[in-house]
T-cell receptor, first 112, second 111 residues
């Protein structure tokens, strides 16, 4: 495993459920990210947090709600998702906004 | 719209050959370029980064950057079946902290 962990690794949920994805980085990085990866599409940036402040919200539907309580933890709260939200959700961190990313292992999400 | 283009492949090469992966990017002012490798079902992992024009070598991997032509490539020498993966190119457009990723090139190294 890398210095970025994610739980759960797999999640199946119905459209009316509420669930949360968790990300934790042990690298002392200052920036954390949520990406969505769908088949045949490039990585889509969802949210960016720098020093615990959200600095980017890439027109993501409100059914996705991020939370960054401290520089080591990042959450993605999910509610009333759609089947097209099924994807691999990747958390990443970087020392600052311009250095390379370290990705977590991802959460494979399936929405029924 | 800033973007990066990669041939999705698959690119098939025999074991021991040189695999050449290419990527073009749209933002002439970009300074940072990265290659990530992603195995099926896994997350991307950084294998190379390059900031300056020219070649950068790390073991069997060589990254090549040509800013005038706006392309970056990755050469893998002595390709092994374990190199079979999807390779993602990414760049950081000038004045932003948002990396732009390509869709990736799937490489198959045939034993």
């Amino acid at each position: 495993e890398t210095g970025v962990t994610q739980t759960p690794r797999h999640l199946v949920m119905g459209m009316t459920n509420k669930k949360s994805l968790k990300c934790e980085q042990h690298l002392g990085h200052n920036a954390m990210y949520w990406y969505k990866q769908s088949a045949k599409k490039p990585l889509e940036l969802m949210f960016v947090y720098s020093l615990e402040e959200r600095v980017e919200n890439n027109s993501v539907p409100s059914r996705f709600s991020p939370e960054c309580p401290n520089s080591s933890h990042l959450f993605l709260h999910l509610h009333t998702l759609q089947p097209e939200d099924s994807a691999l959700y990747l958390c990443a961190s970087s020392q600052d906004g311009t250095s390379s990313y370290i990705f977590g292992p991802g959460t494979r999400l399936t929405v029924l | 719209q800033k973007e990066v283009e990669q041939n999705s492949g698959p690119l098939s090469v025999p074991e021991g050959a040189i695999a050449s992966l290419n990527c073009t990017y749209s933002d002439r002012g970009s300074q940072s370029f990265f290659w990530y490798r992603q195995y099926s079902g896994k997350s991307p992992e950084l294998i190379m980064f390059i900031y300056s024009n020219g070649d950068k070598e790390d073991g069997r991997f060589t990254a090549q950057l040509n800013k005038a032509s706006q392309y970056v490539s990755l050469l893998i020498r002595d390709s092994q079946p374990s190199d079979s993966a999807t390779y993602l190119c990414a760049f950081l457009p000038s004045g932003t902290y948002k990396y732009i990723f390509g869709t990736g090139t799937r490489l198959k190294v045939l034993a």
